[in-house]
C-alpha cells in the first residue's frame, strides 16, 4: 500500500498565503481584498510586497464583495479574504447578484472553515458553506486538503476565469500532497485504488481517509479512496466509476451533512448508479468552542469515524 | 458654437441605429459632427436635449405598458439625469468593451428603473432601439433588472437587489487609479435603497480611502414601494448624513430641469480628484412629465393599462421616432 | 382515480395574507415585520387591523431579522415577510446567528419564491432558497403547494415553538387542498397510492405532479404522489416506505436541483434505500424575464417535465 | 447613605454563589443589604467598585491565559463599563428569565469580549464564578462568544458575528413598548464593528421610529484587528454621524474612570423617553490596566503566556477572591 507521508504538518491557510505571495510577484493583475483579518488569511506578505494592491476594507464584507465584483471592471483579478462565514453566509447575495449572476472573476479566499476553526465556537464555524456556494450557477467550489494543494489550488484558481470560492482551515494538519502538483480544477484524485468501498473526502478529511483506508486495509477491507478537492464542478465520472466498481460509499467532510459534498454525491448516484453511502459528517448541529482535535472528534469527523461508516456501509451492500 | 460635443455617444455609423434613431440623426446631422469619443462638454442645445428627454419618457412608458410590468415611476423621474449623463457628461464609448479603459462608467444602483436605462442605452447607441420591443420578454437581452447575464450592450453589473451598485462602483474605481486611468465613476441610487446597510459600508470606505474618482447621486424623490420615504422610514437629512461621512455634497433643487441637472453634474465634475467622494443629491419627481403618475408611490412599479398609457403618451409627443 | 379539483385560482401569498390576519385576531402575541413590501406579502389587512403591532423596517432585511429576533425577548411571536431572496440569502448570516443558533421564536415568511415571481427576473428569483434554509440547524422548513396549505401552515407555525422558513410564491395557482386542513409539520401528505413510481413534490410543483400522475394513469403508469410540503425535518419514513414500494423515485420542485428537496430525498435514500432518481427542477441556472408559466416551460417545472422524468426513472428500475 | 443599591444583583441567598462570592459577600454584608432588584442609584461607593473591576480584569486574564484563546484587549477596556452597568445602573434579575419582563436588558454586540461579560455576570450573580474556568472549553456554556444556545443565564442573544446586536435590542425594545414595560435596553458595540452596514440600518431605524428605551454604547479604543481604526478604515466624527442619523449623542472621555462611566449611564438614562434613542461615545485603552496591553490592538485576541499573565495579575491584586 502507497504511504503517504507527512512531511511536516501546515495550516491550509498558510498554503494560500504562500499562494498569494507567489500571485503577487507573477500576476500584476491579481489583487487582494482583506476585512480586518490580514493576519488569519496570511496575506500580510502580499500586503507589504505589493501595498497598492492591497485593499484593507475594514469589518464590511458586503462592501469587499462588491468591490472585489467592479475591480475585475478594468481587468482585475480580486482575492478576497476573510472567514469562510464571513466569506459566504454573510455575503451570500452580493456574491449571488455582484459575482456569480454578472459572471465576474473573482476568487472568493475563506480560512477558518469548519469546526477547526476551534475555540472561538460556532457563530464563526459554519458549515453549510460548501453547500451554499454549490448552488450558485457558475461558481467554481473547491476544498482543499493541506498546504502544498491549497497553494497549488490558490495559483491555479488565478488562471481559471470564472468565480471561484476556495475553502481552507485554520489548524496545522498533515501536509502529504507533492509540493511540485498540478492542480486541475474539477479532477478528483485517486489516492488508493480499492475493491470495497470508496471513500470520497475532500478538505481535512482527506487525510483522516487516508489513515482509515490503512486500518481497513489491516483488517482486510479494501478501500478506494478519492480526494474530491473540487465540489463543483463536481467529477461525476469518477465517482460514478468508483461506486459501480466497489458498490458501497462513504462521503467524508466537514460540514453539515445536509446540502454538502455528500448530498451532492448522493444525487450524482441516485441519478446515475444508486448506491449505498454513509455520511461523515456533522450532523445537522451547530458546533462549539473546544479544541480543533476535540471537535474534530465530538462530532465523528475523523479516520475512527470513516472506519465506522466503512463498516456500516459494508453491511448494507 | 462647440458643436461637437452634444449628442457625441450616438456614432451615425452603426448601422443598426440608422432606422431607429431616423428623426435623432436627423436633428443632429443639421447641426452636429457625430465624434464618437469626447471629453469636455458646452453649451449643449437645451431644446434638443428636451426632445431626447420626452422621448426617452415615451420609451418607458411603452416599455413597461407592453408587458403589464416594470417600474416607471422612478424611471420617468430619472429621465434627465440619465439624459444628461449619457449625452452630455459621460465620455464613454458605445463600442462596448467590460472593461471600460480610458473612458467613464456608470452603474445603475437602483436596478428596478432599467426602462428609463434601456431606452437612453438604445437611443445612446449601445443597442438597437427595437431591442426596447423584448423589455421584459422571455428570452430578452431586456431583462427586468439590468443584467449582464445576457451581453446586453452597456450593462457592467447585474443590480436588482437593492444597495449593491455603490460597491461595486467604488471597486471600478479603485481599479481605475490601479490603470492610471483618469475616468470618473457615476452611480444612481434610489433614496429608499439608501436603507440598506451596505450602502453606509460603501459611504464610509470611500471617504476612508479618498475614492475621489466618484460621482454618486442619489435620486431623491421620497418615496418607495409601500408609499412615501417618510412614512416608511425617515431618511432624516441626507445632506448631514453624507457630509459626515466624509462626502462632498452637491445638491440639485429640481433634478426634473435639464438645465439645473447638467450644471449640478458639472459641478459634481470640477469637484472630483480632491480627495473626496462626490455625491449629489438630487430633487426629483416620481413618475414626472405624466400627470396621474407624479408624486405618488402608486407608479413605483405598476404598468398603465391603454387609456393610461394614451394619456401619457399625449403628454408627451414623439420627438425622435418611437421604436 | 380520485379528483383534485381547483375551487379557484389564487396566489398561495394570499393564503399567508389570509392566516395572518386571522393569526393578528387570535393571537395577540403575533407581530409583523415587512421590508418595504407590504401589498406584495398581503401583509396590508394585518398592518390595518393591529397597526401597533406591524412593524415597517424599511429596506433593511438584516436589521428586521435582528430585530425580530429581539422581539422574541418579551414574548412575540414575529412574522417577518419579504421575497424569498431578501429572506434568505440576503440574511442568511443574520438568521443564522440571531435566530437559529439563538434558537428564537421567529417565522421568516418569504413571498416570490423561485422563477414563478416571472417578469422581474434573476435577481430576485431564488432557486436555492430551499437549501440555504435546510442547512441550518434547529430550522423547519415549509413550502406550500396552494392557497388553502398556505393559510393552515401560516396558522401551524404560530403554534410551533422554534424558527421557521416558510416559502410560497406569486402568481395564481390552482387551490385544491381541503379548506379545512390540518396543517401537520413534518408530515407528508399522500395524494395517491400508487405502484410504479413515487413523485415527491413541493409547493407549486405539486399541483403539477397531480397533473402528471393523471395523465400517467392513461398510459397505464400508477404513481404514488407525495405533497412534501415539509422539506425540514423530512417525514423520512413516507418517502423510504413508498421507495421500497415503487422502487423508483422523482422529485419536483422549484428551485436549483443542487442543494434542495430532490439532493434531500436523494441522501434519505442513499442512506436507506438507494433508489432511481430523476430530478424534476431547475438545472443550475438562474432564472431570467418571462411570465410564470412561459418560465415553467422553459426550466421544465411542470407536469409534462414530471412525465418525461418518470418515463426516465421508469427504464432505470 | 443609602446602601440599598450598591451591588444590588448579587443575591446571598443563591447558594452556589456563596463560595465563590466568599470575600465579595463578607464585603458587602458589612456595609449594605442586598435587594433583588431596585431602580434607582445613588452613591455608589467607587471604592467597592474598584475592587470589583480589579477582580473582574483578573478574571478575564486568567479566562484567556487558561485556554490561551480569547480576547482580552476589548475585554480588559469595558471591564468598568459592565461593572458599573450591572452593579449599578441596570435594574436587573440573576433569577434569569429569557423574556425580561419589567427588567433592563443588555446585549453585547462586540461578542468576542465574552471574557469581561462572564466574569460580570458570574460576579453579579448569574451562574457560579467557578464556571469561568470553563471558559472555552468543549462542552463549556461558557462558549468563545456569548450564546443562549448552551442555556448561560444572562445570555438573551447569540453574537460573534459582528454588527448585529443593535438590531436585536431594537426588537427587544419595541417588544417592551409593546408589553408597556418602561425598562431600558442598554447594548454595547465595538467601534471597529461600526463598520458593518446592518449597524447603520438600525440606527436610521431606531430615530424614525424613536426607539427611545435604548442606550447604545460604542466602546470608542480606536483600535481593532489589523490595527488602529484610523489605519483600518477610518471612521471619522462618530458623534456627527449619530447626529446626523437623529440620535442624541453623549461622550464620556474616560470610559476607564469610574465616576464617569456612572455619570454617564446615569445622564444616558436621563435622557430615555425623549423621542431619540441615546448614544454613548465611551473612549476607553484597550487592554487598560495590564500596562503591556494597552493602546495596541496586539492583544485584540491574544491570550498572554504565563510570565505575562503573572505581570498582568501582579498589576491587578486579588480583591474579591479569585474563582
Ligand atoms: C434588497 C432588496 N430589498 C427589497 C427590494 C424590493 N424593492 C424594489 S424597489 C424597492 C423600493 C425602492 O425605493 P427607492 O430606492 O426609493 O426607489 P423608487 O421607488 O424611488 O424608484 C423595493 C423595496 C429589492 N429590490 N431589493
Ligand atoms: C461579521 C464579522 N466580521 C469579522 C469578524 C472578525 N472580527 C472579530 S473581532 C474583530 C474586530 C472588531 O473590532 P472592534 O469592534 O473595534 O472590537 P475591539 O477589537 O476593539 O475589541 C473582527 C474583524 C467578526 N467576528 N464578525
Ligand atoms: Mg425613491
Ligand atoms: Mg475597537
Same mark, same amino acid.
Given at each position: 500500500?502507497?504511504?503517504?507521508?507527512?512531511?511536516?504538518?501546515?495550516?491550509?491557510?498558510?498554503?494560500?498565503?504562500a499562494?498569494?505571495?507567489?500571485?503577487?510577484?507573477?500576476?500584476?493583475?491579481?489583487?487582494?481584498?482583506?476585512?480586518?483579518l490580514?493576519?488569519s488569511?496570511?496575506?500580510?506578505?502580499?500586503?507589504?510586497?505589493?501595498?497598492?494592491?492591497?485593499?484593507?476594507?475594514?469589518?464590511?464584507?458586503?462592501?469587499?464583495?462588491?468591490?472585489?465584483?467592479?475591480?475585475?471592471?478594468?481587468?482585475?483579478?480580486?482575492?478576497?479574504?476573510?472567514?469562510?462565514?464571513?466569506?459566504?453566509?454573510?455575503?451570500?447575495?452580493?456574491?449571488?447578484?455582484?459575482?456569480?449572476?454578472?459572471?465576474?472573476?473573482?476568487?472568493?479566499?475563506a480560512?477558518?472553515?469548519?469546526?477547526?476553526?476551534?475555540?472561538?465556537?460556532?457563530?464563526?464555524?459554519?458549515?453549510?458553506?460548501?453547500?451554499?456556494?454549490?448552488m450558485?450557477?457558475?461558481?467554481?467550489?473547491i476544498?482543499?486538503?493541506?498546504?502544498?494543494q491549497?497553494?497549488?489550488?490558490?495559483?491555479?484558481?488565478?488562471?481559471?476565469d470564472?468565480?471561484?470560492?476556495?475553502?481552507?482551515?485554520?489548524?496545522?494538519?498533515?501536509?502529504?500532497?507533492?509540493?511540485?502538483?498540478?492542480?486541475?480544477?474539477?479532477?478528483?484524485?485517486?489516492?488508493?485504488?480499492?475493491?470495497?468501498?470508496?471513500i470520497?473526502?475532500?478538505?481535512?478529511?482527506?487525510w483522516?481517509?487516508?489513515?482509515?483506508?490503512?486500518?481497513?486495509?489491516?483488517?482486510?477491507?479494501?478501500?478506494?479512496?478519492?480526494d474530491?478537492?473540487?465540489?463543483?464542478?463536481?467529477?461525476?465520472?469518477?465517482?460514478?466509476?468508483?461506486?459501480?466498481?466497489?458498490?458501497?460509499?462513504?462521503?467524508?467532510?466537514?460540514?453539515?451533512?445536509?446540502?454538502?459534498?455528500?448530498?451532492?454525491?448522493?444525487?450524482?448516484?441516485?441519478?446515475?448508479?444508486?448506491?449505498?453511502?454513509?455520511?461523515?459528517?456533522?450532523?445537522?448541529?451547530?458546533?462549539?468552542?473546544?479544541?480543533?482535535?476535540?471537535?474534530?472528534?465530538?462530532?465523528?469527523?475523523?479516520?475512527?469515524?470513516?472506519?465506522?461508516?466503512?463498516e456500516?456501509?459494508?453491511?448494507?451492500? | 458654437?462647440?458643436?461637437?460635443?452634444?449628442?457625441?455617444?450616438v456614432?451615425?455609423?452603426?448601422?443598426?441605429?440608422?432606422?431607429?434613431?431616423?428623426?435623432?440623426?436627423?436633428?443632429?446631422?443639421?447641426?452636429?459632427?457625430c465624434?464618437?469619443k469626447?471629453?469636455?462638454?458646452?453649451?449643449?442645445?437645451?431644446?434638443?436635449?428636451?426632445?431626447?428627454?420626452t422621448?426617452?419618457?415615451?420609451?418607458?412608458?411603452?416599455?413597461?405598458?407592453?408587458?403589464?410590468?416594470?417600474?416607471?415611476?422612478?424611471?420617468?423621474?430619472?429621465?434627465?439625469?440619465?439624459?444628461? $449623463?449619457?449625452?452630455?457628461?459621460?465620455?464613454?464609448?458605445?463600442?462596448?468593451?467590460?472593461?471600460?479603459?480610458?473612458e467613464?462608467?456608470?452603474?445603475?444602483?437602483?436596478?428596478?428603473?432599467?426602462?428609463?436605462?434601456?431606452?437612453?442605452?438604445?437611443?445612446?447607441?449601445?443597442?438597437?432601439?427595437?431591442?426596447l420591443?423584448?423589455?421584459?420578454?422571455i428570452?430578452?437581452?431586456l431583462?427586468?433588472?439590468?443584467?449582464t447575464h445576457?451581453?446586453?450592450?452597456?450593462?457592467?453589473?447585474?443590480?436588482?437587489?437593492?444597495?449593491?451598485?455603490?460597491?461595486?462602483?467604488?471597486?471600478?474605481?479603485?481599479?481605475?487609479?490601479?490603470?492610471?486611468?483618469?475616468?470618473?465613476?457615476?452611480?444612481?441610487?434610489?433614496?429608499?435603497?439608501?436603507?440598506?446597510?451596505?450602502?453606509?459600508?460603501?459611504?464610509?470606505?470611500?471617504?476612508?480611502?479618498?475614492?475621489?474618482?466618484?460621482?454618486?447621486?442619489?435620486?431623491?424623490?421620497?418615496?418607495?414601494i409601500?408609499?412615501?420615504?417618510?412614512?416608511?422610514?425617515? $431618511?432624516?437629512?441626507?445632506?448631514?448624513?453624507?457630509?459626515?461621512?466624509?462626502?462632498?455634497?452637491?445638491?440639485?433643487?429640481?433634478?426634473?430641469?435639464?438645465?439645473?441637472?447638467?450644471?449640478?453634474?458639472?459641478?459634481?465634475?470640477?469637484?472630483?480628484?480632491?480627495g473626496?467622494?462626490?455625491?449629489?443629491?438630487?430633487?426629483?419627481?416620481?413618475?414626472?412629465?405624466?400627470?396621474?403618475?407624479?408624486?405618488?408611490?402608486?407608479?413605483?412599479?405598476?404598468?398603465?393599462?391603454?387609456?393610461?398609457?394614451?394619456?401619457g403618451?399625449?403628454?408627451?409627443?414623439?420627438?425622435?421616432?418611437?421604436?
Amino acid at each position: 500500500m502507497k504511504e503517504y507521508k507527512n512531511t511536516g504538518s501546515k495550516d491550509t491557510r498558510s498554503g494560500f498565503g504562500a499562494g498569494l505571495t507567489e500571485l503577487g510577484k507573477t500576476n500584476e493583475n491579481v489583487v487582494a481584498l482583506c476585512a480586518d483579518l490580514t493576519g488569519s488569511l496570511k496575506m500580510d506578505e502580499f500586503k507589504e510586497n505589493h501595498p497598492e494592491r492591497f485593499f484593507q476594507v475594514g469589518i464590511a464584507e458586503a462592501n469587499m464583495i462588491g468591490m472585489a465584483a467592479g475591480m475585475t471592471i478594468g481587468g482585475k483579478i480580486p482575492f478576497t479574504g476573510t472567514f469562510a462565514n464571513f466569506s459566504t453566509g454573510r455575503v451570500y447575495d452580493q456574491i449571488r447578484q455582484s459575482v456569480a449572476y454578472s459572471g465576474k472573476n473573482v476568487k472568493i479566499c475563506a480560512s477558518h472553515a469548519g469546526v477547526t476553526l476551534g475555540e472561538d465556537g460556532a457563530t464563526h464555524q459554519i458549515l453549510e458553506d460548501i453547500g451554499l456556494m454549490k448552488m450558485l450557477p457558475g461558481m467554481t467550489v473547491i476544498n482543499t486538503c493541506d498546504f502544498n494543494q491549497t497553494k497549488a489550488a490558490t495559483l491555479a484558481i488565478a488562471e481559471h476565469d470564472g468565480p471561484v470560492y476556495l475553502r481552507f482551515g485554520r489548524p496545522k494538519v498533515a501536509n502529504f500532497t507533492p509540493e511540485d502538483q498540478k492542480f486541475e480544477i474539477g479532477k478528483a484524485v485517486k489516492l488508493y485504488e480499492g475493491r470495497d468501498v470508496t471513500i470520497i473526502a475532500t478538505g481535512h478529511l482527506v487525510w483522516e481517509a487516508i489513515q482509515a483506508a490503512v486500518e481497513l486495509n489491516e483488517k482486510g477491507i479494501s478501500a478506494e479512496v478519492i480526494d474530491i478537492h473540487t465540489i463543483k464542478p463536481l467529477d461525476e465520472e469518477a465517482i460514478i466509476t468508483s461506486a459501480k466498481k466497489t458498490g458501497a460509499v462513504v462521503t467524508a467532510e466537514e460540514h453539515n451533512f445536509l446540502g454538502g459534498l455528500g448530498e451532492s454525491v448522493a444525487r450524482t448516484l441516485a441519478e446515475n448508479h444508486p448506491t449505498p453511502q454513509e455520511f461523515v459528517a456533522t450532523q445537522d448541529t451547530f458546533g462549539e468552542s473546544g479544541t480543533p482535535a476535540q471537535l474534530m472528534d465530538k462530532y465523528g469527523l475523523n479516520s475512527a469515524a470513516i472506519i465506522k461508516a466503512t463498516e456500516k456501509v459494508l453491511k448494507r451492500k | 458654437m462647440e458643436v461637437q460635443l452634444s449628442l457625441k455617444t450616438v456614432s451615425i455609423f452603426d448601422k443598426k441605429l440608422i432606422t431607429g434613431h431616423r428623426l435623432l440623426c436627423q436633428s443632429f446631422l443639421k447641426t452636429y459632427f457625430c465624434g464618437n469619443k469626447t471629453t469636455q462638454f458646452k453649451m449643449p442645445d437645451i431644446n434638443e436635449l428636451q426632445d431626447f428627454v420626452t422621448q426617452v419618457r415615451r420609451d418607458i412608458l411603452r416599455q413597461v405598458h407592453k408587458v403589464n410590468s416594470g417600474h416607471p415611476g422612478g424611471s420617468l423621474g430619472c429621465a434627465e439625469f440619465f439624459s444628461v $449623463l449619457y449625452q452630455e457628461v459621460m465620455d464613454h464609448n458605445t463600442n462596448f468593451d467590460m472593461d471600460g479603459k480610458d473612458e467613464d462608467l456608470f452603474f445603475l444602483s437602483n436596478g428596478h428603473i432599467s426602462p428609463v436605462f434601456y431606452s437612453v442605452l438604445a437611443r445612446s447607441g449601445y443597442f438597437p432601439v427595437e431591442e426596447l420591443n423584448t423589455f421584459r420578454l422571455i428570452d430578452s437581452r431586456l431583462q427586468g433588472h439590468p443584467t449582464t447575464h445576457e451581453g446586453l450592450p452597456g450593462i457592467r453589473i447585474a443590480s436588482g437587489s437593492l444597495g449593491q451598485g455603490m460597491s461595486v462602483a467604488l471597486g471600478a474605481a479603485q481599479a481605475k487609479k490601479l490603470n492610471n486611468d483618469k475616468h470618473i465613476v457615476y452611480t444612481l441610487h434610489g433614496d429608499g435603497e439608501l436603507q440598506e446597510g451596505q450602502n453606509w459600508e460603501a459611504i464610509m470606505y470611500a471617504a476612508g480611502n479618498k475614492v475621489d474618482n466618484v460621482i454618486s447621486t442619489v435620486d431623491l424623490n421620497g418615496q418607495q414601494i409601500d408609499g412615501s420615504t417618510e412614512t416608511v422610514l425617515p $431618511l432624516g437629512n441626507l445632506k448631514e448624513k453624507f457630509e459626515a461621512f466624509g462626502w462632498d455634497v452637491l445638491e440639485i433643487e429640481d433634478g426634473n430641469d435639464l438645465k439645473q441637472v447638467i450644471d449640478g453634474l458639472k459641478e459634481a465634475k470640477s469637484r472630483t480628484g480632491k480627495g473626496k467622494p462626490v455625491c449629489i443629491l438630487m430633487n426629483t419627481v416620481m413618475g414626472n412629465g405624466v400627470d396621474f403618475m407624479m408624486h405618488t408611490h402608486a407608479w413605483h412599479g405598476k404598468a398603465p393599462n391603454d387609456e393610461q398609457l394614451e394619456t401619457g403618451l399625449s403628454q408627451n409627443p414623439e420627438t425622435l421616432g418611437d421604436y
